[in-house]
């Protein structure tokens, strides 16, 4: 091995003050998603409208539904992407990556079709996170100083 070669891989084994600032942006996303969908699905009476039929159901209570369908299943994937972050899996980048697209896609659908309040702050947090998951600085600490254009 190369004194160049060497040094790749040791600067890749660095974990960079980014990719520690991102895997504990991926928890926060993670625990804001459990936490949205909480606040959002408290304040209503599950067992009252129990008996009622979906259609019949208030617009607000959907919402909160179709939000938490969308996000609490998507915290688990982020915690996953957040361990995988820190410990400099490429798999990790690539499902934090994924799952920014999935949340906004989800997120997308709704606000096509019935635009609640609740996902616009998902969607930016989404979207800074898509931006910084590709700065330079993480992307050279999971592909080493091969990440530059190619002439």
Do not use: K
């Not at 960079?16 to 959002?40: D, E, H, K, M």
């Not at 208030?58 to 996000?71: G, M």
């Not at 490429?90 to 906004?104: E, S």
Request: with cysteine; aromatic share 12%; net charge neutral.
């Amino acid at each position: 091995m190369t004194i160049e070669q060497s040094t790749l891989v040791s600067r890749r084994r660095s974990r960079p003050w980014t990719v520690r600032a991102i895997s504990l942006l991926l928890l926060l996303q993670a625990a804001g998603y459990v936490a949205l969908s909480i606040y959002l699905l408290l304040p209503f009476d599950w067992a009252a409208t129990a008996e009622h039929d979906f259609a019949t159901m208030p617009s607000q209570q959907i919402d909160a539904l179709y939000i938490s369908i969308i996000l609490i299943p998507a915290a688990v994937p982020v915690v996953l992407s957040a361990i995988g972050f820190l410990f400099l899996f490429r798999a990790g980048w690539l499902l934090a990556m994924a799952m920014q697209g999935a949340t906004l896609l989800g997120c997308l659908l709704l606000y096509f079709d019935t635009r609640p309040l609740a996902i616009f702050p998902v969607m930016l947090y989404c979207i800074v996170m898509a931006f910084y998951l590709n700065s330079s600085d993480v992307r050279i600490a999971f592909y080493g100083e091969a990440v530059g254009h190619e002439p």
